[in-house]
């Protein structure tokens, strides 16, 4: 298999699994709207490159477009097929990912996200590439008092955002009942991806303030405006909220390992929850990024965050057991590699 389509491919995570798609030689096609990122993101990919005396600008195609004119992705699958490159597997990463936006626009949530992904796979089916790892999310999981959230928890999404990437997910789960289709498939519940590629040449560009918390504590150190820290009197530790954050370059990593896995392997359907299985508090991500970027991160608590849940943190086993491999990357390089993002992109792509 060398010639991988990329849904959202010029995204905060998309970028950097193109990257790590190219490092190990395969050809990508992005498609993207550019709705929520730049396409620059793919010319410092580049540079990347070009830093290390690698020319890879014929290995990487980018193509203007939006996943829900079904139109347009054949055209894809065709271009490729003349250029004698057919696409031989999917990474899905292209969708909308703003809760509170999903509550007040749940039409455009479904449309993007779902119908999105609906013609993405009808496309597939008529261009007989049957290979699809998908971006779904830890918040398919919404409340759930487990401590460990293991693939086996109970789905029950709280938002209209969660409730998009389940709709993906059941679908993807009908599809491989039929077993004379084939389809490989890999579906990867992302707990909480932050940092960025060790260049610092690229990373998340968000287009409007941003509502997650690395890009707040990155906004507040490099602005000194406070940062809000929702709520001190959770019963954690410090009466901080606790997540599971997963350097960037980890996540792009599992989706080569995932599409590698489904190569080698019979048709099925792999559902992975991608964290490090490590509980980490707002306050201690604070303290960690102000300690190794030796910089302060001024913040005041505030009210606790409707919506929020108290934690949320992957069980990882199966990862580990599955794909033989598990994130290697510390909380400290998060925090470097985002802060150098940063300062070398004060502006992200802009
Ligand atoms: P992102 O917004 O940076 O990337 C998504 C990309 O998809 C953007 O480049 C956007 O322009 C593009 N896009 C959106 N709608 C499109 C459409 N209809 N057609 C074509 N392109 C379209 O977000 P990200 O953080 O890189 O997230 C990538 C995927 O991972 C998303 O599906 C998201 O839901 C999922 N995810 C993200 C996180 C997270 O914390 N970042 C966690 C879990 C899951
Ligand atoms: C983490 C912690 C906040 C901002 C969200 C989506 C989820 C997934 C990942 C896509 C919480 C606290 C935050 C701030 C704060 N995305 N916080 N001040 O809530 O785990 O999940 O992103 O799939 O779907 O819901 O991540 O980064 O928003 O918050 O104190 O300004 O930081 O209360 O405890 P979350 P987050």
New binding site residues.
Partial sequence: MKNILV??G?????SHTCFSLLSEGYNVYV???????SKKSLLYIEEIFRRKDIDISNKLRFFEG???KKDFINYIFKTALKEKKPIDGVIH?????DVAESVIKPLNYWE?NFF?SYNLIKSMKENNCKTIVF???ATVYGFSSDNLLSEDTQLKPINPYGST?LAVEKLLNDITQDANENWKIAILR?F??IGSHESGLIGENPFQKPN?IFPAIINSAYTKEKLKVFGNDWPTKDGTCIRDYIHVMDLAESHLKSLNYLIENDPQLLILNIGKGRGISVIELIKTFENVNNISVPFEFDKRREGDVCQLVADNSKLKSILNWSPTKSLEEMCIDGWKWKNLNPKGYL
């Fill in positions: 849904t959202g010029t995204g905060f995570i998309g498609i993207d709207s550019l709705v929520n990122s939006d996943i829900r990463f292209a969708g909308l990912k993007n999105g971006s779904s999310s990437k992302y909480n991806p997650n």
